[in-house]
């Protein structure tokens, strides 16, 4: 898979498609780090294996990538997911990207343009597995009170270093509202107040664009699960609004059901 | 074995005995068993709810009370009064929470509002299908079907079939093969109470009731209420005084018309308690009033055997 | 630092009576930023106005909150008086301490200190207020009436006099409503179609009026001054230009037992047929229901006879696009149907009757040419019992108001029946006569001293048929309570007068209001009759309550007014509460991510996406921009904007982000 | 010790649940007096941000009305309204947040004894579950003006 992945790279870097190719290479130690291959003699630096995992869509948005040019990126599902969305949001025209599809069968999935990745995604809709059902469902069979401890001990720990915001591939506002001071919409001190407030935001404002890659869960230093909030809309949004493939806070349909309206 | 609770009420035992003969003889054969309500008392009639309103709340308030007690939903009560207190003593007690404790109290019990009263009727409607296949002697009479005033009054309590032109029995009626006739004094009043102190007006009020239905070609009326029956059968002198003429049409009680289509034999329903005795006037021909289009037309009998005889 | 006036108003005692104005007024006078706050007894009077100007200009304030009544009450009046101090209108707002405060508590400390929290909330939000200027926008001078009937005819004629361009649209196929239906009207008994045709006639030949009949709304969008109406114009199979209206067709037509609307079901009509003679336009039309070439293929014979060749059976729908500038509602009443008396027999008794088809029948037009004949067997009636109230006033039906205008028309219908059979009997049972208009009480007294008709104060309780005669049982509450019975040969219910079906889709159309019968809803019972709460769209007529024509016909030259008044500005002024995407220097422009997730929100599709360019025209960013025009200020964008960069002027996030800080 | 007072702050539709609170007060409705009314156009311009700053400034009780379905004066604003709530109670009662605080309705412009009835009852089921002291204990509270200046 590796090999397939390198030649690919060659072919698109020497014809000229594409200016730089973001994949996964070797970091210092056992780990594994976004590299940015923009030779095809460099393209051998390119690996794949189990622990690339990181959602490396962020760094489509970053303008300092945009510089060098059309980029080709090798992506697995949840990348795929998260290119998917940013098209939805018209952060890219067709052109500016080329992708390297992997399937969850771990085989290279031609993807020619854009709308072929949009086909691909919409082929595989976004559901929560098993065990991440399992882990919600753990939660809210907790009590009241139980959640609120539980969520009172994880953003205890947070110290507002916004990591989870800088590695989330749809957290590309030039000005995030945590920044906003006129009005202060969130309590700045990372206290218990300020860190509530501020995930309550990140998880709404991520309601029905959050692909479940788990990036933000990765970047945390202090292991604050944040996956769960979003998974927990994900789940919402299916159960209330059905397979919708408009943004959920956007549409509407005229019954949509509740049972808390008096 | 289906189980209901039932509540005879006082006049089940006494003057209207064939009602509850009638009854207790139907649903053997539907297969259906009444639990009667544990030591029940007089649910107040019309004289408690004249003279004090928590007396009038809290004897068939106790009677929901113990019918709690037997864990079934519904309690099939005949009388058309008693149902109308049962049901206004549910309401009022779900209602009105200061009225709830005081009656609690009175009556050292806890209301919880699991039983639900529903009257002959309703009892038929529900369990229709555990006697429709059942008939053999199909009722093939021109009936008067006379609801009376309490079963579908006041209809923010009873909220049972139409108030001003009730249908459902009707309904049953017709299931059993008889036609029910189009009438007009189905929720009018009998005289009811003034039986005892002015017969004679109840003779003037009954007149025009039996009057109608003679008119309208019926063969029987068919009431679901004792005090109906009484008024309708037992002051027949007073009708005839009152209208001049003698009427010889039957009253018989809905469970009896039931039994009679099951094959159930007059004397075990009680027939000969009447005072009008049970024989069919024959069937009149009704001069051809032009009937509007409108008119609600029956449901088609299903039983086949009954050819639907073509209206006018 | 801003500068504040408080102004605390006692509305007479409306307020003072539990709430302590001075107090509050003292109170707020401590407030950082407040340098002027006085109570007085009606701030909306000329001299409480006043005072709030000459604080202005001596103490140069920058912002103004009166708290007092309800904004819908007096926020125009109170930005209006700014405006005249020089003071921008919208640095002024309302705390409402009337509706919301001292009228739904008693009287209290509590009461007191919400009151204060009410009005420093306001003081909080004022400092963060932006001048705002009107949009102007502007104004299509084209009417729009709905419903042909005496309102929509009287508000059509009074615009089209004022020089405007109206657009009619009636239902059914003809203009003249119900009333042309009627017979004679009260209190003058003037023959209704005589006063009715000429109006008729006058529309259609209007220059300014464009007349469409078997048409109706399919949508609407927009806004005031700027609607965009889309009518459905059914097919009338007949081509109206050619055709003379010689009405050859409706004679020769095969189908004729079918019971015409508009004798309410007593008279028959064909199946290609013209509402009755007067018709405006007097052109036919096929009815697809009933025409045997439509149902089975085959006859035509409407295409044989016709002398111009006008039939066209294949003639589609027409959808017309107009752009209207204001609409007119005038849609009109009904009459309670027949499911709802099986107590009086009606609709089982073919001689129990309702108001409408009595006025049929007593009409010269009508099925029997204006004798009073039984509908079962055509004889006269010797004896008529008249019924008001059936259905009005009866909470059992649902319907527990007063339709106002059935003891007049009942009183008439008597009246009708003495002057035409002159040994009937004719009796009304009532429960109380309204005949409050002019010359109505004594049209009743009238039909009571000198038609000798019997008014007998009671209910009926039931109708039933004997021996051909309808017993009537009802009671007499004045000569000795006792039920009498009465052997009538004809029973006229005057039921009650109900909203028009389809009233609800309309509303919703239209997004116009509506109370719970159906009924469209007024922007202010006693001082805005005629508009509703949505702008540009006003009320004409029986469609906003029961009402009498000469009501109807003054509410609809009111509407007609409202309309003229709308039309007379070549621009409108509009609220400048409307949504903005911010635009900041370079480089970043906006602080719009460009997401285009606010798009599909907005139902006004105001909001669409602008491509920035820096000086040299490059393209630097798309960011959302949206058209002042289309914007009507719901605020759906802002709140869903993540990256707030939309903001609603007069409800900005500053400005309700203060208010909440200050409770 | 007095009774609790629960402090409720009410988000509104200008153009339904407003002047159906007005209709209460023509009508002369009396209610509790907990409860603070904020205007906004529509219930659509209601952000969940303004929800959470509520309880930030010390709220016991938070009560969001607007028009019923189909009859917003903007058409859909109460559709996006609902979808938002759908979501945003589902993630604040996830996370331990008590969302029978926030009490969502639809109140007519003709439904002043509704509003009357919604008051009412917001205001006893709050006093039922008392102060919020779990959200206000998060961080230290400014006292309003109010409470300082003019007692």
């Not at chain 4, 604040?92 to 919604?118: P, Q, Y």
Request: with cysteine; aromatic share 8%.
């Amino acid at each position: 898979m590796q090999d397939k992945i390198i030649q690919k790279a060659k072919e698109l870097l020497s014809g000229g498609a594409v200016q730089v190719v973001i994949g996964y290479g070797q970091g210092t130690g056992d780990r594994v780090r976004a590299i940015f291959i923009q030779k095809p003699e460099d393209a051998g630096r390119l690996i794949m294996d189990g622990r690339c995992v990181q959602n490396l869509a962020g760094y489509l948005m970053k303008h300092e990538v945009r510089a060098l040019g059309r980029a080709a990126i090798v992506a697995r599902m949840p990348v795929l997911r998260s290119i998917a969305q940013l098209m939805y949001e018209e952060q890219f025209k067709d052109s500016d990207v080329a992708v390297i599809g992997i399937s969850d069968a771990n085989e290279l999935v031609d993807l020619p343009d854009l709308n072929a990745l949009k086909e691909y995604v919409r082929a595989n809709p976004l559901k929560l597995t098993p065990e991440e059902q399992a882990e919600v469902d753990r939660l809210d069979a907790m009590t009241r009170e139980e959640r609120w401890a539980f969520w009172m001990e994880e953003t205890s720990k947070c110290i507002k270093c916004y990591a989870c915001r800088a590695s989330c591939p749809m957290c590309y506002c030039a000005r995030c509202t945590v920044e906003v001071n006129q009005p202060q919409w969130i309590s700045v001190p990372s206290h218990d107040l300020g860190n509530l407030e501020w995930h309550i935001m990140r998880a709404m404002h991520l309601a029905g664009r959050c692909v479940n890659c788990g990036e933000c869960t990765r970047a945390c230093p202090v292991g604050i699960p944040l996956r769960l909030l979003n998974q927990r809309i994900i789940a919402d949004i299916a159960d209330n609004f059905g397979e919708e493939e408009d943004y959920a806070l956007a549409a509407f349909k005229p019954d949509d059901k509740e049972d808390f309206i008096r | 074995m289906i189980k209901i609770a039932y509540y005879p009420g006082c006049s089940l035992l006494g003057t209207a005995r064939e009602y509850d003969e009638s009854l207790r003889a139907i649903v053997k054969k539907m297969g259906i068993e009444l639990v009667d309500v544990p030591d029940w008392n007089c649910c107040g009639a019309s004289s408690a709810h004249s003279l004090d309103h928590d007396l009038s709340v809290a004897l068939p308030g106790r009677i929901l009370m113990q019918a709690e007690s037997l864990g079934l939903e519904d309690l099939v009560v005949p009388c058309a009064a008693c149902y109308s207190r049962l049901m206004m003593a549910r309401h009022e007690l779900m209602e009105d929470a200061a009225l709830k404790a005081r009656v609690c109290e009175m009556t050292g019990m806890e209301f919880r509002g699991t039983v639900r009263p529903i009257n002959i009727i309703e009892f038929l409607q529900k369990y229709s299908d555990t006697f429709t296949d059942k008939i053999t002697a199909p009722f093939d009479k021109d009936v008067a079907c006379y609801y009376g005033c309490l079963l579908v009054r006041p209809p923010k309590v009873t909220n049972f079939d139409r108030p001003e032109d009730p249908r459902s029995m009707d309904e049953i009626m017709s299931l059993l093969g008889s036609k029910p006739v189009e009438w007009d004094f189905k929720v009018e009043c009998c005289g009811a109470a003034h039986s005892i102190t002015r017969a004679g007006l109840v003779g003037k009020l009954s007149s025009k009731i039996i009057g109608n239905a003679v008119h309208r070609g019926a063969q029987a009326i068919i009431v679901a209420c004792p005090l109906c029956h009484s008024n309708l059968d037992m002051r027949r002198n007073f009708i005839n005084k009152a209208a001049g003429r003698k009427y010889d049409i039957p009253v018989l009680y809905i469970t009896e018309a039931v039994g009679l289509a099951m094959g159930i034999g007059e004397k075990e329903l009680g027939l000969h308690r009447h005072t009008v005795k049970v024989r069919y006037p024959e069937k009149v021909k009704v001069e051809a009033e032009p009937r509007p289009k409108a008119a609600a037309a029956t449901k088609p009998t299903p039983a086949a055997q009954t050819e639907q005889t073509e209206e006018a | 630092m801003s500068r504040i006036g408080v102004f605390v108003c006692h509305c007479g005692e409306n307020i003072s009576a539990t709430v302590d104005c001075a107090g509050v007024a003292e109170a707020m006078s401590r407030v950082p930023g407040v340098v002027h706050s006085v109570d007085y007894k009606y701030m909306c009077s000329d001299p409480g106005q006043t005072m709030i100007k000459d604080a202005i200009k001596e103490k140069k304030l920058d912002g103004v909150v009166v708290s007092a009544c309800s904004p819908h009450m007096h926020e125009p009046t109170f930005r209006r008086a700014c405006a005249e101090a020089g003071l921008n209108p919208y640095l002024c707002e309302m705390a409402n301490i009337r509706e919301h405060c001292s009228w739904v508590h008693e009287k209290s400390e509590a009461t007191t200190l919400k009151a204060i929290d009410l009005v420093h909330k306001m003081v909080e939000k004022v400092k963060k207020n932006q001048p705002l200027y009107s949009i102007k926008v502007p104004v299509t001078k084209t009417a729009l009436v709905l419903g042909g009937g005496i309102a929509g005819i009287q508000a059509a004629l009074d615009i089209a006099n004022a020089g405007h361009k109206v657009v009619m649209v009636e239902r059914s196929p003809s203009i003249g409503g119900h009333m042309s239906q009627l017979s004679e009207t009260f209190p003058t008994l003037d023959c209704s179609q005589c006063i009715l045709t000429p109006r008729m006639v006058e529309v259609a030949q209007h220059p300014n009026i464009t007349l469409y009949t078997y048409s109706e709304l399919e949508s609407m969008d927009g806004f005031i001054g700027n609607f965009k109406v889309r009518i459905r114009k059914k097919a009338r199979c007949v081509d109206e230009k050619l055709c003379t209206g010689c009405g050859l067709c409706t004679t020769k037509c095969p189908t004729k037992k079918i019971p015409s609307e508009f004798n309410e079901g007593l008279g028959m009509r064909s199946a290609i047929y013209v509402p009755f003679p007067q018709a405006v336009p007097n052109k036919p039309v096929i009815d697809k229901t009933q025409c045997t070439f439509f149902l089975k293929g085959k006859c035509k014979v409407c295409e044989k006879v016709c002398p111009t060749k006008a039939i066209r059976y294949d003639q589609e729908d027409e959808i017309i696009e107009v752009d209207i500038g204001a609409i007119v509602l005038a849609t009109g009443f009904n009459v309670l149907g027949a499911e709802h008396f099986p107590e009086y027999g009606y609709g089982r008794y073919r001689d129990v009757i309702q108001g409408l088809q009595f006025e049929r029948i007593a009409s010269a037009s009508g099925p029997t040419s204006g004798a009073i004949r039984r509908p079962s067997d055509g004889t006269e009636p010797e004896t008529i019992v008249f019924i008001a109230c059936a259905g009005s006033r009866d909470e059992a039906k649902g319907i527990p108001y007063c339709s106002k205008i059935c003891c007049m028309y009942t009183a008439k219908h008597a009246m009708l029946y003495k002057h035409k059979v002159h040994h009937g009997k004719a009796y009304v049972f009532y429960m109380d006569i309204r005949a409050g208009g002019k010359m109505y009480e004594e049209f009743v007294r009238r039909a009571i001293e000198e038609d000798d008709v019997k008014y007998i104060r009671g209910r009926v309780s039931r109708i039933y048929e004997e021996d051909g005669k309808l017993i009537v049982k009802g009671a007499d509450t004045l000569l000795g309570h006792q039920a009498i019975e009465i052997r009538a040969d004809m029973v006229v219910l005057a039921s009650a007068a109900v909203a028009n079906d389809g009233a609800e889709e309309l509303a919703q159309k239209l997004h116009v209001s509506y109370d719970p019968y159906h009924f469209f809803a007024e922007a202010h019972p006693k001082l805005r009759p005629v508009e509703t709460n949505t702008a540009g769209i006003f009320l004409a007529g029986a469609c906003q309550a029961p009402r009498d024509i000469p009501e109807t016909v003054s509410q609809a030259s009111g509407a007609a007014s409202k309309v003229a008044a709308l039309f007379s500005q070549s621009e409108l002024t509009r609220e400048p509460v409307i949504a903005v995407v911010n635009r900041i220097a370079p480089p970043l422009y906006s602080t719009c991510t460009g997401c285009a997730l606010c798009v599909p929100a907005c139902p006004y599709q105001a909001i669409e996406m602008e491509e920035i360019k820096n000086r040299d025209g490059v393209v630097v960013k798309r960011a959302a921009k949206i058209n002042p025009g289309l914007c009507q200020g719901c605020g759906t964008c802002v709140a869903l904007c993540r990256v707030k960069a939309i903001d609603l002027q007069g409800f900005s996030n500053e400005q309700v982000f203060a208010e909440l800080m200050a409770l | 010790m007095a009774e609790f007072e629960p402090k409720i702050i009410a988000f509104v539709c200008n153009w339904c649940t407003y002047t159906g609170a007005d209709l209460t007060g023509t009508s002369r409705i009396k209610h509790a007096t907990n409860v603070r009314i904020i205007r906004l156009p529509c219930t659509g311009r209601i952000d969940f941000m303004l929800l959470m700053k509520a309880f930030a400034r010390g709220a016991d009780g938070v009560i969001v009305s607007g028009c019923h379905p189909n009859d917003c004066h903007y058409t859909s604003g109460n559709f996006h309204a609902r979808r938002r709530w759908i979501l945003f109670r589902s993630l604040l009662n996830f996370m331990g947040v008590d969302a029978r605080r926030i009490i969502f309705s639809w109140v007519s412009a003709a439904e002043g004894a509704k509003w009357a009835e919604v008051v009412n009852t917001a205001v006893k089921e709050i006093r039922a579950l008392g102060p919020y002291d779990e959200y206000k204990n998060l961080a230290p509270i400014r006292a309003s003006w109010r409470t300082e200046h003019a007692g």
